[in-house]
């Protein structure tokens, strides 16, 4: 996270024009505007099905957009391959947790940094042209693998890890990938309350290292928490941004939730009632039901900044 | 039952050119399906590439080893004909491309019609001349008994070895490197590769032709063994006894493919010696020719075995084969 010498640009780090995406008579995605300020925490709400993870495969190049076009830092981005993607800094998670499970937790963090010379074919077999990137890669893995709060775990296998401490080496891997945008997909989706706080710090800590976020979330507490800026799609559109207390009374919003005047979404309104509620609920505590079966250990944040 | 004389068999196998095919034709394979996780099973037509395309060459009148070139850069250009429109696809659509790529290789270069240039069924002779022509071993037999092969296999098993050591070695530097990593990761997850800005198509196709070219010097090997070709060798059940040999010695392992030739070829061949010994003249409802088909049944059996007790291999590690996701 060195990296400050970019462009001291203030323009927003994303804008994306009139993205959309179909599949069979159903528009996923269907955002005419949208724009992530660089440096801010950004957090996409919106119910199920209302394309928000449709809506980062498409501007990740996970997924093709029908029409549209989204520029980063300035760069006409729109349909290029997802590694190109990654490559130009634009660096994003999974909503489940994906990690190579059978390397090691740090060659999993290590295997993220760009520009290694030794994943050139031409020069893997001469080490003495790579080793020393490689070892220098490696401390900083360590570091970041510290980082997230699990440094006494470098060198189980990833496929060891609980679910919430995949999410928090996806999180470092993602960092190690040296993004200027990192999206994160859910990155509370199957964290334990205990792991959960440490997440959320790390991920706040990001902006003053240079990383804009950009994350998709159902947790309201979570989102009032982190978030600068809260946009909320329903049915593949953006229909509200602002902040967190803006967004969650916004009419639109509360009935995007509620199912509103769409009689498909009426059947949503019993499943999403608990969000709704938590909107309304000021200073409610996550209820108890929030707790899932992943286990707490590996939490041990030792104060280690990258 | 004269279980010494089959041993002595089983011996001979394990070290002949056979053996020796089977081990370079399994490293490249372990390359693609072990290390990159991609199911060519057509890999067979890698070796027969390379073996018609060296024979090829030596027949219009080239030295041999601008014919090896040729065979290599022709199972080179194959891998990447293969894998250019098939890598992004999903693992089932490579497996049934190349199955029938391998298929439709054998089939024309076995036509009647291009019997001039290929030799069509008969296949070609004299592409190992040269080779032969160059080897220091003096005319004779070298060994013991049945355990005994004649200058020119000898001098074939002797660079045949030469070069699976120098591949595993190759093998080894690769899967130690990042690049080995990249590939390991891909293998496990593909799409987090990507997201991380890794050129995961490109890395693919590298592991494929890379693979296809080893498996083309399986084919010249095979090709030096008698001195001349045949299409009859290269049918997919030689693609699949590659799979058995790369599972046998242990998916993405470096010395496995070898290990796995060996043993293969040790347990086939003593199963045959002692499958005629008891059979003989016919036994219980096999008749003598059965030998052939039981010893198969045999070793698929071990193969299911092995599968469900040590789905590693022989030199696999336990974590790396179950560990789930």
Known sequence: ?306 | MNLGAALVDGLRDMVAVPSVVYALGAIGLNIQFGFAGLLNFGSVASGLVGAYGASIAVDQGLPLWVGVIIGLAAAALLGLLLGLPTLRLRADYLAIATISAAEIIRVIVNSARLQDVTGGPIGLTGGADDFFAVNPIPEGRYGWGSFSFNQNTLWTILVGWTIVIVLCLFVWGLARSPWGRLLKAVREDEDAARSLGKNVFKLKLQAFVLGSVIGGIAGIIFMFDGGFVKPDFFVSQTTFNWYLVVILGGVATVLGPPVGAIVYWFVISVLNSVLTQVIGDGWWIFDTTDTGAIRYVLVGLTIVLLLVFRPQGLLGDKDEAVIGE
Not at chain 1, 147 to 152: E, H, I, S, T
Not at chain 1, 205 to 231: C, K, N, R, Y
């Open chain 1, 1 to 306: 996270m060195s990296d400050t010498t970019h462009a001291p640009d203030d323009g927003p780090i994303l804008i994306a024009d009139g993205v959309h995406r179909s599949f069979g008579g159903v528009r996923a995605v269907d955002v005419e505007h949208m724009e992530v300020e660089r440096g801010s925490v950004v957090a996409l709400i919106g119910p199920n099905g209302a394309g928000k993870t449709t809506f980062f495969n498409v501007l990740t190049g996970f997924e093709r957009a029908d029409g549209g076009t989204w520029r980063f830092e300035g760069h006409d981005v729109s349909g290029q391959a997802a590694y190109a993607a990654a490559r130009v800094g634009m660096v994003r998670t999974f909503q489940t947790a994906r990690v190579f499970p059978r390397l090691s937790v740090l060659d999993n963090i290590r295997l993220a940094a760009k520009d290694q010379k030794g994943e050139h074919l031409r020069s893997a077999l001469f080490p003495w042209v790579w080793r020393r990137q490689e070892a220098a890669l490696g401390e900083r893995a360590a570091e970041l693998g510290r980082w997230v709060g699990l440094g006494d775990k470098l060198e189980d296998r990833a496929g060891t890890l609980s679910g919430g401490q995949r999410k928090l080496l996806e999180l470092a891997r993602g960092v190690m990938a040296a993004p200027r945008l990192l999206m994160l997909d859910e990155p509370m989706a199957g964290v334990n309350p205990a792991l959960r706080q440490l997440l959320l710090d790390k991920i706040r800590e990001l902006p003053g290292e240079g990383i804009t976020v950009l994350f998709v979330e159902h947790d309201m507490d979570v989102v009032s928490a982190i978030s600068d800026v809260v946009v909320c799609m329903a049915e593949g559109r953006i229909i509200a941004s602002g902040t967190a207390g803006q967004v969650a009374s916004d009419p639109r919003v509360i009935d995007a939730y509620l199912g509103g005047s769409s009689g498909d979404l009426r059947d949503m309104a019993d499943e999403l009632a608990p969000v709704v509620d938590e909107l309304y609920a000021d200073g409610r505590t996550p209820d108890s039901t929030d707790s899932d079966g992943t286990d707490s250990d590996g939490t041990d944040s030792d104060g280690a900044r990258p």
